[in-house]
């Protein structure tokens, strides 16, 4: 436990503010994991570890539940204990675009599998924990190895249309994804379980008190010092480690000094407060996701990708753009007095190997708008888009639907009220990515 003569008021709360920004994303994945995997009472429960859960519909406004939803695809997820043994995913041969990332805890992703990465052919791939130290089967396409001992898997197959058929095919596809423990793929005995942990129950205020400490020590103890963690991560663990946060799951604040609680809570309030400011400064969200090596330490990305959406893709799978203020520089834009356009020149739509689009969300909660046409996105899939007389493409960003019919076929449906677009391109060009293609401007009318 804290020892106020050894580490001094300034330390405490500059390493709880680092720790608060550090295990944002950690905690966020709990929150997912706890009502997906432990809390059998949640409406989202799929059943525990090793069960994947399907989504079969487009989101609408009343999925609340999700944030910054992408209805190009359809997400297939499930979550991994790997403290035991190792996993297989077995995908099936086809010609969807489909993308399935292994999410750490906190975020990251240690692996990608799917039409960019590799192929469009069947194919069973090994995810195996930081504690194994066997040899992989015979029969596997790849192997990925992760630095925690429980990820988020998270897939995505391209949604073609929304008839009751489309919808079907999808779910034909779905359906052959598969999870098997690796001594179900191999044929061998099972492994001795991991002993059970006492999860500790999920409440959304921890996020705002010091008991977010008392998870993020708890979490860390799947989360062990490895190699090639950044020095970044080990400093912080050996300062959180100087506050009685190790990895246990012992850390009591209730047997805090007076003194040192308020430099906690104190510590705990400056990270909200530099996650805000982050936040209200973003100006794309193209960078924001990818590997352990690309962004491991940048502890304050992480938890902006974490508040926005905290299973998002890397750039080179996909690139996110982000309209978050208009070419006056009003931040957030607003629909409820202005309308606005975004407009592509000639031969200038976003490169794109497989799709793109682009959705309007509700600020500040980040969800779809309710519309007339139930249209949340526009982009490659739109059918009955109208050309510019130059070949150009006009989009109309704009609560109320426009009178002019071609104006009408373009519409992007915007809240009345503060919005943002983002950008997806799936399979982004090189010109995207080194940023010679740059999305054009948000423009008032």
């Given at each position: ?188 005995p099972a492994p001795a379980p991991a002993p059970e942990p006492v999860w500790p129950v999920w409440r959304d205020e921890v996020l705002e008190s010091v008991e977010f400490l008392t998870f993020l020590d708890f979490l860390l103890g799947f989360f062990p010092l490895t190699d090639g963690l950044p020095p970044a991560e080990t400093g912080l663990r050996g300062r959180l480690t100087d506050l ?154 704009q609560h109320k639907r426009p009178a002019n019919a071609d104006h009408s076929a373009n519409w992007l449906p915007a809240p009345d009220g503060p919005f943002a677009v983002v950008l997806r391109i799936h399979g982004p060009e090189a010109s995207v990515l080194d940023g010679r293609w740059q999305p054009p401007p948000l423009t008032p009318r």
């Amino acid at each position: 436990m804290v020892n106020p003569a050894l580490v001094d008021p300034a330390t405490i709360r500059a390493t709880v503010a680092e720790a608060w920004i550090r295990g944002h994303p950690l905690l966020r994945t709990y929150r997912a994991l706890y009502a997906q995997a432990l809390d059998d009472a949640d409406p989202g429960y799929v059943g525990g570890f090793g069960v994947f859960r399907h989504t079969a519909r487009p989101a609408t406004p009343a999925d609340t539940g999700a944030v910054t939803p992408d209805n190009d695809t359809l997400p297939s997820q499930a979550w991994l204990d790997l403290r035991a043994e190792p996993w297989v995913l077995s995908v099936p041969a086809q010609d969807r675009y489909h993308v399935f990332a292994v999410h750490e805890l906190d975020a990251l992703h240690a692996g990608l599998i799917g039409s960019r990465t590799t192929g469009q052919d069947a194919g069973n791939y090994l995810v195996a924990g930081p504690d194994w130290q066997g040899e992989p089967p015979p029969g596997l396409k790849g192997v990925i190895r992760t630095a925690t001992r429980l990820v988020a898997l998270v897939g995505h197959t391209r949604l073609t249309g929304t008839t009751p058929a489309d919808l079907a095919a999808l779910r034909a596809v779905q359906e052959q994804y598969r999870l098997r423990p690796l001594h179900e793929y191999a044929g061998t005995p099972a492994p001795a379980p991991a002993p059970e942990p006492v999860w500790p129950v999920w409440r959304d205020e921890v996020l705002e008190s010091v008991e977010f400490l008392t998870f993020l020590d708890f979490l860390l103890g799947f989360f062990p010092l490895t190699d090639g963690l950044p020095p970044a991560e080990t400093g912080l663990r050996g300062r959180l480690t100087d506050l009685g946060i190790d990895g246990r799951g012992e850390f009591e604040p209730a047997v805090l000094p007076l003194e040192v609680r308020a430099e906690f809570d104190r510590g705990i309030a400056d990270g909200r407060a530099r996650l805000t400011r982050a936040l209200a400064e973003l100006r794309d969200s193209a960078q924001l996701f990818g590997t352990r090596e690309q962004l491991g330490a940048d502890f304050l990305r992480q938890a902006v990708a974490a508040e926005l959406g905290p299973y998002g893709l890397p750039a080179e799978e996909v690139w996110y753009g982000r309209w978050a203020a208009d070419s006056e520089g009003r931040r957030p834009p607003n629909a409820s007095d202005r309308d606005h356009v975004i407009r592509f020149a000639p031969d200038a739509l976003p490169p794109a190997r497989f799709f793109w689009s682009a959705t309007v969300y509700a600020l500040p909660d980040h969800r779809l708008v309710d519309n007339t046409l139930d249209r949340y996105s526009v982009g490659g899939h739109t059918p009955g888009l109208v050309r510019d007389a130059d070949g150009g493409l006009t989009l109309y960003v704009q609560h109320k639907r426009p009178a002019n019919a071609d104006h009408s076929a373009n519409w992007l449906p915007a809240p009345d009220g503060p919005f943002a677009v983002v950008l997806r391109i799936h399979g982004p060009e090189a010109s995207v990515l080194d940023g010679r293609w740059q999305p054009p401007p948000l423009t008032p009318r």
